[in-house]
């Protein structure tokens, strides 16, 4: 990268600035959590990702360091950002799973909306196709995915990608095929949610609680008692 291509001291000072910000923010959300799902914490999580990113390139382009900072990717990671410098329309793809992990809560509720609808005549709430089609069309999606666990769903892996195109896209022009044509080169940034991180965190914990068992007093002959092969 040529000198005129670097950040300045002070767009890193800024950077670094921003993450302390970012931190803060993320604390006080974790502090006024009101659930484990709580959409504050989720947002502000996001949010110190996004800035903890920012200030790693920075940082990186400017003084050649990195930080300690780990945005999760993996082998799935995306290819360097090729796209406008400046994007003047941008597009967010979201996917969330869900397992339906409580039938019954899920048709209980679909069916008490259903029965709230005196204009809606077709029932369709006894099947659970029917009832996500009355969940999903009752709720919004980042409602849904606060209230996941009152509506009979288990929360998966969720994904979400900012892609920046060149111009807004025709209205009804990708409706048929909305995920069909996402440029990788174009995200601007993802954030990723996988039980799969927490499992990596729970092996280094496994591995350091086996590390605390093998005590090495226990190797000190002398603390132990001699079997009496009489007994």
Not at 79 to 89: M, R
Not at 168 to 188: K, S, T, Y
Request: hydrophobic share 35%.
């Amino acid at each position: 990268m040529s000198d005129a291509a670097q950040p300045t001291a002070a767009e890193v000072r800024a950077a670094a600035e921003a993450v302390k910000t970012a931190l803060d923010r993320h604390l006080a959300a974790v502090e006024r959590r009101s659930g484990e799902d709580d959409p504050a914490v989720y947002e502000a999580f996001n949010q110190l990702a996004a800035a903890a990113e920012a200030y790693d390139e920075l940082l990186y382009d400017r003084y050649d360091e990195v930080t300690p900072f780990e945005i999760p990717g993996g082998e799935g990671a995306l290819p360097p950002y090729s796209g406008p410098e400046e994007p003047s329309a941008l597009s967010v793809l979201i996917r969330r799973d869900y397992a339906v992990a409580q039938p019954q809560r899920l048709l209980a509720h679909a069916q008490r909306i259903e029965a709230a609808d005196e204009e809606e005549t077709t029932r369709t709430s006894g099947t659970v196709h029917g009832a996500l089609g009355i969940l999903f069309g009752e709720f919004e999606p980042d409602e849904i995915a606060s209230r996941h666990k009152e509506f009979g769903l288990e929360e998966g892996d969720s994904t979400l990608w900012v892609t920046a195109t060149d111009e807004p896209p025709e209205p009804g022009e990708w409706l048929e095929a909305p995920f069909e044509q996402v440029d990788p080169e174009r995200v601007v940034c993802r954030f990723d949610v996988s039980a799969v991180f927490d499992e990596d965190a729970d092996d280094t914990d496994d591995e350091d609680d086996i590390e605390d068992e093998l005590d090495p007093a226990l190797d000190e002959d002398e603390d132990l008692e001699p079997l009496d092969a009489d007994r």
